[in-house]
């Protein structure tokens, strides 16, 4: 079950100009965005701990998409 729901993705087809979005379309970017969001999440995470905090903060987010990014 995923934790996003259909209709503010399809919000974001239609600010970038979709004018129908089907639902397996939706779906499929769902998909994607919580696969890298839980990647992302993940090592963020593993920074904090590294850095002895239990609190994740804003700046693990922004080095864990660098290093998600680099590990493509």
Sequence with gaps: ????????IRRLFFRAGAKRVS?????ALIGKMEERA????????NLARHAGRSTVMKQDIRMAEKLVKEKK
């Design 38 to 45: 839980l990647r992302i999440a993940e090592e963020a995470w």
């Design 23 to 27: 639902d397996k379309a939706a779906e």
């Design 1 to 8: 079950m995923s934790e996003l729901t259909l209709q503010p």
